[in-house]
């Protein structure tokens, strides 16, 4: 593989792996510090939603300023941040600034995430476009094995708020390994012209943009009976884990990273053969469902890895689909714009489900709220299966 291939790659997987571990640290530290799994899930709503609520403006951005540019700037303010708010907890104290810096650094997070997916389709011309994902999901992955192994091993030799700093500095070389690859690399990213407006406008076209293309519909319902699985288990899964298995953190870290380890297996396969897109998009879909199912129905940690593992390891491969059909269907002048919104779209039922783990546990219980959360991505799944039927037994009799 090239240099600045490898210098890309380097930096996602670092961006990716001090990200994680700050999404590792926030239900972690809310759950041992209070106790309570409500206010676990109610720290997951708080530090997810503002990442996902930004997506439609850092995409605008991406399509009127260089994406390039707003990757650096995602990674170094991040950096920034976590030393600000690490130094005004040493002043107040307080977990509140934990949670903060995670909300604040997750927009950040977005804009990098936007920056690389506008970017992608051109830098890597050697590539089929599912191969680049799947190595991009690779790098991804890896940063998901280790950072939750890492934060674990950090927080067995020094406070979070040690961890905390620590990622800074991760950060830091993301953004160094970013500068090689622009050194390296010859990529020239076609401007277009765009409106002044990056509130309003961008909204009408990425709209405009959804109504009219079928395809789009369809992965944005699918995509949202997903997230709704991958919210619950994210938010639930130390509750689980730690309060009602009784397992150490220790485990409960080595459960995400046995997650992400089977997803790169997924994705080095993806990486060497071509599937047909209905066959990933199926297959990823009932596999999470059958997760879901099963860690709601889990008597012991065993059975709920089993549940837990299909469920991360399956996201991904859905991810690939649902990216490859964006591409292959968006305008590129306005690829950013679409993509954000599609995005946001996607993932409100992420914090959403972290919200209902924290009203709802109460009064149902933790597997009541993933059996709900199941049941719903399932109608979803059957009623976006039964318009595409409609669709093409329609298209037949014409």
Same mark, same amino acid.
Request: proline share 4%; charged share 10%; with cysteine.
């Given at each position: 593989?090239?240099?600045?291939?490898?210098?890309?790659?380097?930096?996602?997987?670092?961006?990716?792996?001090?990200?994680?571990?700050?999404?590792?640290?926030?239900?972690?530290?809310?759950?041992?510090?209070?106790?309570?799994?409500?206010?676990?899930?109610?720290?997951?709503?708080?530090?997810?939603?503002?990442?996902?609520? +930004?997506?439609?403006?850092?995409?605008?951005?991406?399509?009127?300023?260089? %994406?390039?540019?707003?990757?650096?700037?995602?990674?170094?303010?991040?950096?920034?941040?976590?030393?600000?708010?690490?130094?005004?907890?040493?002043?107040?104290?307080?977990?509140?600034?934990?949670?903060?810096?995670?909300?604040?650094?997750?927009?950040?997070?977005?804009?990098?995430?936007?920056?690389?997916?506008?970017?992608?389709?051109?830098?890597? %011309?050697?590539?089929?476009?599912?191969?680049?994902?799947?190595?991009?999901?690779? +790098?991804?992955?890896?940063?998901?094995?280790?950072?939750?192994?890492?934060?674990?091993?950090?927080?067995?030799?020094?406070?979070?708020?040690?961890?905390?700093?620590?990622?800074?500095?991760?950060?830091?070389?993301?953004?160094?390994?970013?500068?090689?690859?622009?050194?390296?690399?010859?990529?020239?990213?076609?401007?277009?012209?765009?409106?002044?407006?990056?509130?309003?406008? %961008?909204?009408?076209?990425?709209?405009?943009?959804?109504?009219?293309?079928?395809?789009?519909?369809?992965?944005?319902?699918? +995509?949202?009976?997903?997230?709704?699985?991958?919210?619950?288990?994210?938010?639930?899964?130390?509750?689980?884990?730690?309060?009602?298995?009784?397992?150490?953190?220790?485990?409960?870290?080595?459960?995400?990273?046995?997650?992400?380890?089977?997803?790169?297996?997924?994705?080095?396969?993806?990486?060497?053969?071509?599937?047909?897109?209905?066959?990933?998009?199926?297959?990823?879909?009932?596999?999470?469902?059958?997760?879901?199912?099963?860690?709601?129905?889990?008597?012991?940690?065993?059975?709920?890895?089993?549940?837990?593992?299909?469920?991360?390891?399956f996201d991904k491969m859905f991810n690939v689909y649902m990216?490859s059909i964006r591409q292959r269907v968006i305008p590129e002048r306005d690829f950013g714009k679409t993509v954000g919104v599609?995005?946001?779209?996607?993932?409100?039922?992420?914090?959403?489900?972290?919200?209902?783990?924290?009203?709802?546990?109460?009064?149902?219980?933790?597997?009541?709220?993933?059996?709900?959360?199941?049941?719903?991505?399932?109608?979803?799944?059957?009623?976006?299966?039964?318009?595409?039927?409609?669709?093409?037994?329609?298209?037949?009799?014409?």
């Open positions: 593989m090239r240099t600045d291939y490898l210098a890309f790659f380097l930096s996602l997987f670092l961006s990716r792996l001090a990200d994680q571990v700050l999404l590792f640290l926030v239900p972690l530290i809310v759950f041992q510090s209070t106790n309570s799994a409500s206010l676990a899930g109610l720290a997951f709503f708080v530090e997810t939603l503002p990442r996902f609520l +930004a997506f439609p403006i850092c995409g605008a951005l991406c399509d009127k300023h260089s %994406p390039i540019r707003l990757l650096h700037i995602s990674q170094i303010y991040r950096a920034l941040i976590c030393l600000v708010a690490m130094g005004l907890y040493g002043l107040f104290g307080g977990i509140g600034w934990l949670i903060g810096l995670s909300a604040i650094c997750g927009v950040l997070t977005t804009q990098g995430i936007m920056a690389r997916e506008v970017v992608m389709p051109h830098i890597f %011309p050697d590539y089929r476009y599912g191969k680049t994902l799947s190595y991009s999901q690779i +790098a991804d992955q890896t940063g998901l094995v280790l950072g939750p192994l890492l934060a674990a091993l950090a927080l067995e030799i020094c406070p979070w708020w040690g961890v905390v700093i620590g990622v800074a500095l991760v950060f830091v070389a993301a953004d160094l390994a970013m500068r090689v690859w622009q050194r390296n690399s010859d990529v020239m990213l076609e401007r277009f012209d765009q409106h002044a407006d990056i509130w309003t406008q %961008p909204l009408k076209i990425a709209f405009g943009h959804i109504r009219r293309l079928p395809e789009l519909q369809k992965i944005i319902l699918l +995509a949202v009976g997903v997230n709704l699985i991958v919210g619950v288990t994210l938010a639930s899964s130390a509750a689980m884990m730690i309060g009602s298995f009784s397992e150490s953190k220790d485990f409960y870290a080595g459960l995400q990273a046995a997650g992400a380890l089977l997803t790169i297996a997924i994705l080095f396969v993806l990486a060497r053969i071509s599937l047909p897109l209905k066959l990933l998009g199926a297959m990823s879909y009932i596999a999470l469902l059958l997760g879901a199912f099963i860690t709601a129905t889990s008597a012991s940690s065993e059975v709920y890895l089993v549940g837990f593992l299909l469920i991360v390891g990216r599609i995005t946001l779209l996607n993932n409100l039922s992420q914090p959403l489900a972290g919200l209902l783990v924290g009203v709802l546990t109460a009064p149902i219980g933790l597997r009541g709220v993933i059996l709900i959360n199941a049941l719903a991505a399932g109608v979803l799944g059957v009623g976006v299966a039964a318009v595409v039927r409609l669709r093409l037994a329609t298209a037949v009799e014409r």
